[in-house]
Structures are given as structure tokens and as C-alpha cells.
């Protein structure tokens, strides 16, 4: 008796065993769905959807050498490995440019985005820029439903139907990085000032909760912040979407605000939520969040992290003058040198310096005490034009979609 399944055995409507779902990998863009969720193979949509998900395989390796598992670890994939992925975004930056796919079938090239398991189809790519690794489509799936695997059947987005916008007694601190090249591939908005912080505030007896709200799926990212000393982690992948990048802006503003509300709900009176933005403060993305009134008279603080003092002071100029963020604090490794010091004198940069690698934890801890932004200040003054608008309604696509209740509540059955 043959007991080794076919491995290129991809029928519509046959069924996916355990053992086959243990042989690929996993990533990090699947985590909000269970493994119970891959009940067939199904044929593959020919115009899928925002999270689709699809089993590819390697077949040339460029940039991405390793995939991020739903543990966090990087698994090296070479050519034939097969994996889970996810249907990205149109995505528009500088360094290319990818589009929903359309008329795919099996065997159609797409180009993995990142590490994080997700995939497009590139339409320009710079050329400059490292070529991108090609994976081959082989197949989608169904639930028992009969319903396409897509990753919001299974996110926590319908958990939180209620948004709230109050603070009830946190310091919430904003966390971004002052890099002008906005398309942070594989790195996912890395920031190790985002880790310093949590690890310091811990460490000083205080409760914290740390959220990514903008990137591409990166799990490392949340278990390292988890390490770092967090009480809670949350992200936008838990919510069922594997990137925020080419998202629009209300899709954009309802995963803040959900994320905004878990880390809340989960933190205590006193305690620090801290949010970061995996893009650059210079990026349209993480500008547009700023901007927006609620945000802005929700931060207590805002941490810029970068190397060089030409970065820093453009983007502290940024959020003092056009985002009238009051409490800015500058995050480098390069701050525990006279030298760093004395640029920033020359510069006039008034705002303080802390190093994220070598972390003094009472000045850090000291120098994220509760304050009022400026435009909170503003705000309570009535000096602030935009006071009207920070009371709003977010938008309707809040309760829009309710996953089927089978998708959520389908025990796993052996």
C-alpha cells in the first residue's frame, strides 16, 4: 500500500490532508487563519480578492531568500518549495508598482511582495532595485462551507464592532521612522526604537501595550516587541488583512482604530499603548493618519527614529510645524556620541535623544511622562479649526463586513 501522497496532486474538490498542510510553509500573512480553514483545493478564481489565499511555489529566487513563518522564524526557501500565500494590494511607490491580478489561472508567475508571504503581480519595477523572487501558482481553497480561504473570513475585525476613540487614562506614544525611502521591503518597518521603549517603560514597573498599524505581515516584529517586556501585542494581520500598504484611507483608518481599541482594552489606567507606524513619517500613508485631527489629539508623544541629524530635523520640522505634534522625542544609535550631540545643538534641534541600542532606563522612562500635545492645547483653547471634525464618525465600512458565522465558529474536526 502506497502511503505517500501524490505532492502535485492538486485537484478541485479533493480534500487537503493534515499531512499535506504540514509540508508547506506557513507565513506570516496566514496567521488569522486556522489550519481546520484548508478543508479542498479549489480551482484558482481567475480575478481573486484581498486576501485570497493561494498555494505557489518557488521558482526563481530573487530578493526574498526566506519566508517568516506564523512563528516569527525565517524559513529559506529555494526552487520547488511550496508554500501558503496571500493576494496583496495594489501597491504604487517609488520602487514598483503591482496590481490586483487578474485572469490568473494555474501555473500563472506572480512575484512574492515579501516576506511575509504575500504576492502581486508586478507591472514596473525600478531598475535599480533587486529583482523580485517568482513563485507559480498552484492552486486556491475552500472551506467546508464551500467558501474561498480569504483571510478576513477569519480575522478579528467583526470582534470589535464598537470603536472607541478615548484615551480612559493612557500615555499613548507614536512610534516612526524618518527614512526618505518610503518602501521598506522585507524589513517591514523594522524599529528598534518601537522595542527600546517598550523594554524600558516594562522595566520601570509601568503596564504596556505595542501595536504595528501600518507595514507589510511581519510576526518577528510583534514577538520581539512581546519580548521586549509588552503585556500585549496586537496587529493588522489579527484583523484579517496582510498589508495596509495600497489599502484606502477608510480601510486604513478602521485598522488603526480597532488596533488602537485591542491595545486599550488590554492595557490598564496609567499604563502606555504604544502604536507604530512601519512607514516613514515622509510616506503619503503614515502623513494621511497624521493629519487626521483624532489622531493628532491622541498622541501624547511621537518618537522619530533614523541615523543621520539631516533626516531627523526634516522630519521633526514636519511633525512640530505641519502636524503640530507638540512632545517630539528623536530616537538614534548615534546619540550616545559627543558629536551627534553637537550637531544637533548646531541645528537647533530642540527635542531630546535617546539611543534604542543602549537603553538608560529611567531617562527613557522619564521622558515619556503623561503631557498635552500642542494640539490637544489648541483643541481645549479653541484656537483649533479643526476641533470640529475630531469628533466625527468613522467611516461606514466599520460594520460593512460581518464574516459568516461558519467561517468563525467552525470547530476543527479530524
Given amino acids: 500500500m502506497n502511503l505517500v501522497e501524490p505532492w502535485n496532486d492538486f485537484e478541485p474538490g479533493s480534500a487537503v490532508s493534515s499531512r499535506r498542510l504540514s509540508t508547506w510553509i506557513y507565513p506570516s500573512a496566514c496567521v488569522a487563519v486556522p489550519a481546520y480553514a484548508f478543508s479542498f483545493f479549489s480551482e484558482v478564481p481567475r480575478s481573486p480578492q484581498l486576501g485570497d489565499v493561494l498555494l505557489v511555489e ?20 529555494f526552487p520547488g518549495s511550496q508554500l501558503l500565500a496571500v493576494v496583496a494590494p495594489e501597491l504604487h511607490c517609488d520602487a514598483l508598482d503591482t496590481k490586483l491580478t487578474v485572469n490568473l489561472s494555474a501555473e500563472s508567475e506572480l512575484s512574492l511582495l515579501n516576506t ?18 517568482s513563485v507559480l501558482v498552484k492552486s486556491a481553497f475552500r472551506n467546508r462551507a464551500g ?57 520601570a514597573g509601568h503596564t504596556v501595550t505595542a501595536g504595528r498599524v501600518s507595514g507589510n505581515a511581519a510576526r518577528r516584529e510583534l514577538r520581539l516587541l512581546r519580548a521586549a517586556g509588552a503585556d500585549h501585542v496586537a496587529d493588522y494581520v489579527q484583523l484579517g488583512y496582510p498589508t495596509t500598504s495600497g489599502l484606502d484611507k477608510d480601510t486604513q483608518a478602521l485598522l488603526f482604530w480597532q488596533i488602537y481599541q485591542m491595545l486599550v482594552e488590554k492595557s490598564s489606567p496609567g499604563g502606555f499603548v504604544l502604536l ?7 510616506s503619503e500613508d503614515t502623513l494621511q493618519r497624521l493629519r487626521q485631527p ?6 501624547d508623544h511621537l518618537v522619530i527614529s533614523g541615523r543621520g541629524v539631516d533626516d531627523l530635523q ?8 505641519s502636524l503640530k505634534i507638540g512632545s517630539i522625542l528623536l530616537s538614534s544609535p548615534a546619540a550616545g ?7 544637533l545643538a548646531e541645528r537647533h534641534i530642540p527635542h531630546p535623544c535617546f539611543d534604542p541600542l543602549v537603553v538608560n532606563i529611567a531617562h527613557v522612562a522619564a521622558l515619556l511622562q503623561p503631557t498635552r500635545s500642542k494640539f490637544e492645547i489648541e483643541r481645549i483653547q479653541g484656537k483649533n479649526t479643526d476641533s470640529n471634525n475630531s469628533t466625527q464618525e468613522l467611516p461606514k465600512l466599520i460594520t460593512a463586513q460581518t464574516p459568516p458565522k461558519t467561517a468563525i465558529s467552525e470547530p476543527p474536526k479530524e
Fill in 58 to 77: 518557488a521558482a526563481n529566487i530573487g530578493r526574498s531568500m526566506f519566508v517568516e513563518d506564523s512563528f516569527g522564524c525565517c524559513i529559506p526557501i
Fill in 314 to 321: 526634516q522630519a521633526s520640522q514636519l511633525a512640530r510645524t
Fill in 337 to 343: 556620541s559627543a558629536a551627534f550631540a553637537s550637531q
Fill in 147 to 203: 467558501e474561498v480561504v480569504n483571510t478576513a473570513l477569519y480575522g478579528k475585525q467583526s470582534w470589535y464592532p464598537l470603536i472607541t476613540k478615548a484615551k480612559q487614562g493612557r500615555t499613548i506614544v507614536g512610534v516612526v521612522n524618518s527614512a526618505k525611502d518610503t518602501y521598506r521591503h522585507d524589513i517591514s518597518g523594522w524599529s528598534s526604537a518601537t522595542k527600546a521603549l517598550v523594554y524600558a517603560l516594562a522595566s
Fill in 276 to 282: 507604530e507606524f512601519s512607514e516613514s513619517i515622509f
Fill in 116 to 133: 511575509g508571504g504575500t504576492v502581486g503581480r508586478v507591472v514596473r519595477q525600478d531598475g535599480s532595485s533587486e529583482r523580485l523572487t
Fill in 294 to 299: 483624532d489622531v493628532r489629539y491622541l498622541l
